[in-house]
């Protein structure tokens, strides 16, 4: 929230403290539209609408928690019904200011949306916009989180609200404007309310201390603004408690020991190891700082601070936009975020992220941290990789460029990545195969430049990592499967494919191929539960089928003719006794598989109709 400079009246209300203590966040409120922190763009336009005359019916001040919406709507109602005068610097003097600011006026109504969200507290407010002010020229309905409405809330609320009586005026706060409805936005005019700059909070901090006659570092108050996170009743929050906690003098071990934060050189420390690799001193410092009863989660907290000012440093932004670490760090930061490069930041960023997302749901704080920060050690240089990635990508077809190599040169060895540094012990490496691969493939390269130096034919220098990749290459010197007999490519195709699905592709009874790209596979008729499992997995089968042959064939399961039918079609007028008939039914795979499923036997043939 926005506050007000230290006023006379301020400090002759020091004396009645004592009997009953207002909060600071009340107590240094801003009491003018020049008194407004951060929000002069708002002040501004307030000030010329009354000096103009061209005051709308209906305000919408719209902003995240605690930069002085409400305190800007109560400026607003005092300008408008000040006894002097509609004017933009209300006098503060008369009853109707003090009242306003004191907020029990009986013209200016704030309504708390939250606790009279429901149709009937609007219905009410419809009735009552009639009745002219007791005192003063406009009556003012303030509400305070008006996103809590109700729908219908809302709909009974359009019409007052589009043709308000010309004595009524609306303000509406809110920190969620998304679930307002746009009918209601369309008849507000919308104001937003920016985070308010670290330095002009700090400001204000230093004018309350001054006036509460208590010291304070200067490093202290600037540690509470960027706590604050742009939140002007946040910083004063927590400024009360600092003067309840440290009442001569606040310090900067007093704000972190209240808050339970590291101070900026273990957290720089911290951020130091990381950069290095040294997971063991990384460790050590955090322990440390554990000890110290620093929280685990506040101190991760810092640290996404820190390393997103090595991301704001490392992609060029000037000092300003640093915002989590303190002047002096500035440059030393800006070194260590050279040295690591944006992808590996980004990359820590998003390990860190994941870490205090999981604080919430875990118990064991501690060894996710611990985790987190042994992750972030074993970071490769993820920007050198990037830079591999664009060599590939840029280089011409059928050749690989070598930066830095020289035409004619001789034939240079193609170097692993480094080794950690020696300042810590060395670790098992835990990294992906992919890592294993290319050092594989390195020293095969390095093997056929050796023996191509022997000789004379050395190998021009852009077909060095031809041969790597030569080098890496799989070796496949089996055939490919002919389609000449299909039978045998399909028996070839199952041994590639895994799972109880194998089982039953092997129940087929015979394959054929119809060209360019069709392979039948036939089952008999009491196999059809085969059948249907393999049309579940086709996918998988034509993926091993074009492993096999090299092609891509299409593959489709079919079920034979089953004999029954073949006979009965053979001789349609042979006599056949009910008996037989039945008999005849009852070999019939799908019967057999019914009988078998629910333990029935057939009682009763039914013909189907011709």
């Not at 603004?225 to 071990?253: H, T």
């Not at 050590?284 to 997103?308: I, K, T």
């Not at 030569?470 to 045998?488: F, K, R």
Request: with cysteine; glycine share 6%.
């Amino acid at each position: 929230m926005a506050e007000p400079t230290h006023t006379a009246a301020n400090v002759s209300a020091a004396p009645d403290v004592a009997k009953q203590y207002v909060v600071v966040a009340r107590r240094y409120r801003p009491q003018g539209f020049a008194e407004l922190v951060g929000q002069e763009h708002v002040a501004q336009a307030l000030s010329n609408a009354i000096e103009t005359n061209r005051v709308g019916h209906a305000y919408l001040f719209t902003g995240a928690r605690g930069v002085g919406k409400t305190s800007s709507a109560r400026i607003l109602a005092k300008a408008l019904n000040c006894e002097k005068g509609s004017t933009a610097a209300p006098c503060n003097e008369c009853d109707v200011c003090k009242s306003v600011s004191g907020g029990d006026d009986v013209d200016v109504l704030e309504i708390d949306g939250a606790s009279n969200r429901g149709i009937d507290e609007i219905r009410q407010l419809r009735q009552n916009v009639n009745v002219r002010p007791s005192r003063s020229r406009y009556k003012i309905y303030i509400i305070d989180e008006v996103h809590m409405l109700t729908r219908e809330a809302f709909n009974a609320l359009l019409k007052t609200l589009e043709e308000p009586p010309e004595h009524v005026k609306f303000i509406f706060c809110t920190t969620e404007p998304n679930k307002i409805p746009i009918t209601i936005l369309s008849r507000c005019q919308r104001f937003d309310f920016a985070g308010i700059a670290t330095a002009s909070i700090a400001a204000r901090l230093r004018q309350i201390v001054d006036a509460e006659g208590v010291e304070a570092e200067p490093e202290a108050l600037e540690l509470l603004a960027r706590r604050a996170a742009g939140s002007m009743r946040d910083s004063q929050s927590l400024l009360e408690q600092l003067l309840a906690f440290a009442p001569g003098k606040i310090s900067v071990a007093d704000v972190h020991g209240m808050l339970g934060t590291a101070n900026d050189a273990i957290v720089f420390e911290l951020v130091r190891n990381l950069s290095e690799r040294n997971a063991p001193e990384a460790l050590r410092v955090f322990d440390a700082a554990l000890q110290a009863g620093v929280d685990a989660s506040q101190l991760f907290e810092q640290l996404l601070g820190s390393y997103r000012d090595c991301m704001v440093a490392s992609v060029g932004c000037p000092p300003e936009g640093m915002i989590y670490v303190s002047p002096g760090q500035a440059d030393e930061l800006r070194a260590i975020s050279q040295r690591l490069g944006l992808h590996t930041i980004l990359a820590s960023l998003q390990i860190i992220d994941q870490t205090m997302a999981r604080f919430r749901v875990s118990t064991q704080s501690r060894i996710l941290a611990e985790l987190a920060l042994v992750r972030i050690c074993q970071l490769e240089d993820l920007d050198e990789i990037a830079g591999w990635i664009a060599e590939l990508q840029n280089a011409p077809a059928g050749s690989v460029a070598v930066p830095g190599i020289a035409a004619g040169a001789p034939s240079p060895r193609i170097a692993p990545p480094a080794a950690p540094s020696s300042a810590y012990p060395t670790a098992p490496s835990y990294g992906p195969p992919v890592k294993k691969n290319f050092e594989s493939t390195v020293n095969a390269a390095n093997d056929e430049l050796a023996s191509a130096d022997a000789n004379d034919d050395a190998l021009p220098p852009d077909e060095l990592l031809n041969v790597a990749a030569a080098s890496a290459a799989p070796e496949s010197n089996a055939p490919a499967v002919s389609l000449d007999n299909p039978t045998q490519a399909w028996s070839s195709s199952l041994t590639l494919v895994s799972g109880l699905v194998v089982d039953q592709a092997k129940q087929f009874s015979k394959v054929t191929f119809s060209p360019p790209n069709r392979l039948s596979v036939f089952f008999e008729a009491k196999f059809f539960i085969a059948k249907a499992a393999c049309e579940k997995n086709v996918a998988k089968f034509e993926r091993a089928l074009a492993d096999a042959t090299g092609k891509n064939i299409k593959i489709d399961f079919q079920l034979e003719a089953s004999k029954v039918t073949q006979q009965q079609t053979a001789a349609p007028t042979r006599a056949v006794s009910q008996h037989q008939l039945m008999l005849e039914i009852s070999k019939n795979p799908m019967v057999q598989r019914a009988t078998e499923l629910f333990g029935a036997t057939p009682t009763n043939i039914e013909q189907p109709d011709k």
